[in-house]
């Protein structure tokens, strides 16, 4: 039943896009805040972000919450302030699975009939001819095929999806791969607007800073993590990090650079460097 006029609650519950993820692993909370399915991992990353000069730079936590029998993680929704907001979520990083994901597929190939048919969807020929006949892959084995297909490897980042203000909704990206191609859908989605695309970049320039400093970034693997664009009409614009749900610790006393290449066993994830070619991205756009 749809209720005509829309009180203001209601039209900001309307306006809550997910980007990513499954469905149903997130729920409206009290006005300005959400829940997102408990993971042990994202609860560290909120609990050791305390503190930290990252912390200014990604959603409040509000603590773990129980709802119907499950856990939640009771967070800021970061698109209350915002008038029919434009979204986008660019999944950072030259790698989106964990070092230790792919050891273990490796030791126990667990073959996976739904990311066969995922791969199939996007490319047909996708799958190697022992593929097609076991009608599966291992996750690994897709993941990185994934990364391949999209701008993940060619530029340590890869555009999830985009909502615009208009209410269209895009997720297909799995195939922009190129730079020309990324930059015309960053295009798109800025509309022309300079004052948006700079106003992004300030904010990036903050969080590049900010990321030297920041303990906890040193200290990390940040792997599927990603910087969330919004903006709306009255030219408030806005970045932020989001989804520490495969972000994790090193061994004490080890570091990681996020700018250099990575090789196994290295657990480098190339996020700055990502962030280096999304800076350079939207400074295209703003000085062509
Ligand atoms: P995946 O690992 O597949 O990326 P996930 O289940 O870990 O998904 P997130 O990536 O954290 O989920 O979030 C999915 C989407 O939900 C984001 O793309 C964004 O659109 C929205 N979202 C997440 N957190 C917030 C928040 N704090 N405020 C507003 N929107 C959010
Ligand atoms: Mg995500
Ligand atoms: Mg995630």
Not at 8 to 21: E, H, P, S, T
Not at 47 to 74: M, W
Not at 255 to 272: I, S
């Amino acid at each position: 039943v749809v209720n005509w006029p829309f009180n203001a609650i209601q039209r900001k519950r309307l306006n809550w896009v997910q980007l990513a993820g499954h469905k149903g692993n997130f729920k409206a909370a009290d006005e300005g805040s959400i829940l997102k399915k408990f993971s042990e991992i994202e609860k560290q990353c909120f609990e050791r972000l305390r503190g930290d000069a990252l912390q200014a730079y990604a959603p409040q936590y509000h603590g773990v919450v129980e709802k119907d029998g499950e856990s939640f993680l009771h967070m800021t929704d970061l698109l209350v302030n915002f008038d029919l907001p434009n979204v986008m979520d660019c999944k950072m990083g030259i790698r989106t699975y964990l070092e230790e994901e792919l050891v273990r597929a490796r030791d126990r190939p667990k073959l996976r009939k739904d990311l066969y048919e995922k791969m199939l969807e996007v490319d047909h020929r996708g799958p190697t001819e022992q593929e097609h006949a076991q009608k599966a892959v291992t996750k690994p084995r897709y993941m990185q095929w994934r990364e391949t297909m999209s701008s993940t490897h060619t530029l340590g980042f890869r555009i999830e999806g985009i909502k615009k203000s208009d209410g269209t909704c895009r997720t297909d990206f799995k195939k922009t791969h190129n730079k020309r191609d990324v930059t015309q859908v960053f295009r798109d989605y800025v509309e022309r607007d300079v004052h948006v695309v700079k106003s992004y970049l300030c904010r990036l320039a903050e969080i590049q800073q900010v990321l030297q400093s920041s303990e906890f970034f040193k200290r990390h693997e940040v792997i599927g993590s990603s910087l969330l664009f919004i903006h709306d009409h009255t030219g408030r614009a806005e970045v932020w990090l989001i989804d520490f749900g495969k972000t994790t610790a090193l061994p004490e006393g080890q570091m990681l650079h996020h700018n250099v290449p990575w090789q196994e066993g290295n657990r480098e994830d190339g996020y700055l460097w990502g962030l280096k070619n999304l800076i350079q991205t939207l400074e295209s756009i703003r000085d062509g």
